[in-house]
Antibody
Framework: EVQLLESGGGLVQPGGSLRLSCVAS????????MTWVRQAPGKGLEWVST????????YYADSVKGRFTISRDNSKNTLYLQMNSLRAEDTALYYC??????????????WGQGTLVTVSS | DIVMTQSPDSLAVSLGERATINCKSS????????????LGWYQQKPGQPPKLLIY???TRESGVPDRFSGSGSGTDFTLTISSLQAEDVAVYYC?????????FGQGTKLEIK
């Protein structure tokens, strides 16, 4: 059974930093691209970032480019999202998600339960 | 960016009746080399993460009931629920993964009439 378990969310002041983690199990992690998607309270889905299976290729939404960094440790089956210079508009539930395929781009076939990030003073 | 526009924003359908949700992309998401439309449909129930229903515009994900079907090509797509069940109450999203950034529609809220 595929499982994606996010952690690292919380309350942070504007301008602060957080590092989200996502531990994956139930599939060969190194084979698949991985993605972060966020959902602001009561709003729709917004793609944040995707990382290829090898970690060589990264992609970011314009809204987070230069502030967020996606990475992975295939030896630990873990995906990360380093978030710096956080803004109020980054407040959202952040989902870790597995792409159907190894290369980019494909549909997302598994989602974690999400970790909540709140940016507020 | 490719803009995905869903219609309607909300929909109320009687149990057992057909529900139809439309999704339009601002440019074609049909990849000519493999003749695939790079479109997925997701269902999100309250308090839950999204769930993949359909990929390549019309391929049903494993375990998804066959009352769910996807159709369309190029820029116009449809998700159809042939006979609405109570457990289908949810918000439905389309997503294009043809080009970065992958973009979602704004969502369609499906309720029981």
């Amino acid at each position: 059974e595929v499982q994606l378990l996010e952690s690292g969310g919380g309350l942070v002041q504007p301008g602060g930093s957080l590092r989200l983690s996502c531990v994956a199990s139930g599939f060969t992690f190194s084979t698949y691209a991985m993605t972060w998607v966020r959902q602001a309270p009561g709003k729709g889905l917004e793609w944040v970032s995707t990382l290829s299976n090898s970690g060589d290729n990264t992609y970011y939404a314009d809204s987070v480019k230069g502030r967020f960094t996606i990475s992975r440790d295939n030896s630990k089956n873990t995906l990360y999202l380093q978030m710096n210079s956080l803004r109020a508009e980054d407040t959202a539930l952040y989902y870790c998600a597995k792409d159907r395929m190894g290369g980019v781009w494909s549909a997302i076939d598994y989602w974690g339960q999400g970790t909540l990030v709140t940016v507020s003073s | 960016d490719i803009v995905m526009t869903q219609s309607p924003d909300s929909l109320a359908v009687s149990l057992g009746e057909r529900a139809t949700i439309n999704c339009k992309s601002s440019q074609s998401i049909l990849y000519s080399s493999n003749n695939e439309n790079y479109l997925g449909w997701y269902q999100q129930k309250p308090g839950q993460p999204p769930k993949l229903l359909i990929y390549w515009a019309s391929t049903r994900e494993s375990g998804v009931p066959d009352r769910f079907s996807g159709s369309g090509s190029g820029t116009d797509f449809t998700l159809t629920i042939s006979s609405l069940q109570a457990e289908d109450v949810a918000v439905y999203y389309c997503q294009q993964y043809y080009r970065s950034p992958p973009t979602f529609g704004q969502g369609t809220k499906l309720e029981i009439k």
